[in-house]
């Protein structure tokens, strides 16, 4: 009896030893089969695929055979793999998720988005499905319910970084045109002999298929004078998490420059991170002056923070501003209240009047909120405060108060 009993231990040892060996080598024979899989060896990795699952199904190795297809356009035998998949788990997220591709690479937008209802049916408040469905019906060019998608999701959880991007990105398909009219006047300390600075805005934006175009004149009175700038924007898209800002402006009146221009690339880095760089140029009278510029971003929870520097070399010394600027964001992009700390001259703040390469030097400090709301989903109005104190001439300071609305009509 004895000895059956240890017979009987050691085979049972055997087996544990056996079944744990074989696990072993199934999960480094996957490992292996994925890395080729992402290296592009995808026939070698089909075929050890099959091997595991000539073993007995396995979920993880169907799904890894199911995509190597779909990467190659083999669409029907990743239909089957990846359907045997969800037949074996009713309700399997990645097999939908798989399959939700699938379709959308073949051009079934229709049945790519069954797949993705299916999956919210078992995860109402799954981001990665909401945000799938939404591009997908983007793609459709179903804007309006593309748009709805999203905001209905950040009502629920406002803030999400990817969502406000999309939102931000989807909404100008839906309203194209835009109208927007600003004003901003600024107060100088009593007993300082300069009347209001005083600047009006207005400005035609329309969205196209290369990006955002906007047309804009300014209207200034300053010093007892007063002028015109013309402006134009151009927000193309580069590629894939990237876009650039080109911009041209040109005034006759010496309050404005006589020529500016203005360039920038912007990525979307992972992690909500945010960077660009870019150049100004402005061209006065009698000379021109080149300024460099980058920024960093980053969206925390509701919140999106950022830094922006303007270099500004020049033999006379190198000058240097900056802007740190924080927003809190509610139900959507328009809906926020921001915070902005400014340091020096600003070439993109046009109430700075900027007529010579010396006044980039001259030293400022501000602190600027603001409110931006949207109302019934076309009308958007910002108001802001500025308190400040400014260097307008050399060693001549003064403190300021700037006010500024603008109102624009989307359509």
């Known amino acids: 009896m004895g000895q059956v009993l240890k017979t009987t231990t050691i085979m049972a040892t055997a087996f544990i030893m056996l079944t744990v060996i074989v696990a072993n080598l199934s999960a480094q024979t996957f490992e292996e089969a994925r890395n080729l899989a992402f290296n592009g060896e995808r026939l070698k990795a089909r075929s050890m695929c099959r091997q595991i699952l000539a073993e007995g199904f396995n979920s993880d190795v169907a799904l890894l055979l199911?995509?190597?297809?779909?990467?190659?356009?083999?669409?029907?035998?990743?239909?089957?793999?990846?359907?045997?998949?969800?037949?074996?788990?009713?309700?399997?997220?990645?097999?939908?998720?798989?399959?939700?591709?699938?379709?959308?690479?073949?051009?079934?937008?229709?049945?790519?988005?069954?797949?993705?209802?299916?999956?919210?049916?078992?995860?109402?408040?799954?981001?990665?499905?909401?945000?799938?469905?939404?591009?997908?019906?983007?793609?459709?060019?179903?804007?309006?319910?593309?748009?709805?998608?999203?905001?209905?999701?950040?009502?629920?959880?406002?803030?999400?970084?990817?969502?406000?991007?999309?939102?931000?990105?989807?909404?100008?398909?839906?309203?194209?045109?835009?109208?927007?009219?600003?004003?901003?006047?600024?107060?100088?300390?009593?007993?300082?002999?300069?009347?209001?600075?005083?600047?009006?805005?207005?400005?035609?934006?329309?969205?196209?298929?290369?990006?955002?175009?906007?047309?804009?004149?300014?209207?200034?009175?300053?010093?007892?004078?007063?002028?015109?700038?013309?402006?134009?924007?151009?927000?193309?898209?580069?590629?894939?998490?990237?876009?650039?800002?080109?911009?041209?402006?040109?005034?006759?009146?010496?309050?404005?420059?006589?020529?500016?221009?203005g360039a920038e690339l912007y990525h979307n880095f992972p992690k909500a991170f945010e960077g660009s760089v870019g150049m100004r140029y402005l061209s006065f009278t009698s000379s021109g002056v080149d300024i460099y510029t980058a920024t960093i971003g980053k969206y925390i929870g509701n919140y999106w923070i950022s830094a922006r520097t303007f270099v500004t070399p020049d033999p006379g010394g190198t000058s240097v501003s900056g802007i740190l600027q924080s927003r809190r964001y509610f139900s959507d992009p328009e809906n926020y209240l921001g915070l902005r700390l400014g340091y020096g001259i600003s070439p993109d703040d046009n109430r700075n009047r900027i007529n010579s390469v010396q006044v980039l030097k001259l030293k400022t400090r501000s602190l600027r909120a603001e409110f931006n709301h949207i109302f019934n989903r076309i009308w958007i109005v910002n108001v802001g405060a500025v308190l400040g104190g400014e260097e307008l001439e050399t060693l001549t300071f003064s403190g300021y108060y700037t006010f500024d609305l603008s109102i624009q009509r989307l359509f």
Do not use: M
Not at 77 to 104: H, I, M, T, W, Y
Not at 157 to 177: A, Q, W
Not at 184 to 193: E, K, M, P, Q, R
């Open 66 to 261: 199911g995509r190597t297809f779909a990467w190659d356009g083999l669409y029907d035998s990743a239909r089957v793999v990846l359907g045997e998949a969800l037949a074996q788990k009713p309700g399997n997220l990645e097999a939908l998720d798989a399959l939700s591709d699938v379709e959308f690479w073949a051009g079934d937008n229709n049945k790519a988005i069954e797949y993705c209802n299916i999956a919210l049916k078992n995860d109402s408040n799954s981001s990665s499905f909401v945000l799938k469905k939404a591009r997908i019906l983007h793609s459709s060019e179903a804007y309006e319910e593309a748009v709805d998608l999203l905001g209905d999701f950040l009502k629920k959880h406002p803030g999400n970084p990817e969502f406000l991007n999309k939102l931000k990105e989807y909404r100008p398909d839906l309203l194209k045109n835009s109208i927007k009219l600003g004003y901003t006047v600024d107060f100088f300390n009593a007993g300082f002999n300069r009347d209001p600075w005083q600047i009006t805005t207005l400005a035609y934006g329309r969205k196209t298929k290369l990006g955002t175009i906007i047309a804009r004149s300014n209207y200034a009175k300053r010093f007892g004078s007063n002028g015109f700038q013309f402006e134009t924007d151009a927000y193309p898209k580069v590629f894939e998490n990237s876009y650039a800002y080109i911009n041209y402006g040109f005034s006759q009146n010496s309050i404005f420059p006589k020529n500016r221009f």
